[in-house]
């Protein structure tokens, strides 16, 4: 679906725009919609989670955050992750 956008009219109580219910229903079918892609239907945020293989395909950028399933911890790409002057993935502790 695609972002529905609440019509407002031209001025104010020209009664060109969207009813009430008709603008509360857009409203909630984009809430719907964004809750269902973030995984918050249950009202609990679950990031995805990757593997090891899933994380070495990525195509990554710095200040990208992932969780690595294989290891249990988070990592970070950042531009100098072992003090080297290389980009890398480093474990954020």
Known sequence: MTKQS???????????????RAAFNKVNQNFTELYTSL???????????????????????VGMLVYNSTTGKFQGYAADANNDSTQGWADLH
């Open 39 to 61: 995984g918050l239907e249950t009202g609990i945020f679950k990031p995805p989670v990757l593997s090891q293989v899933q994380i070495a395909a990525l195509t990554p950028q």
């Open 6 to 20: 609440i019509n407002i009219g031209t001025t104010a109580n020209d009664k060109t725009g969207d009813s009430l």
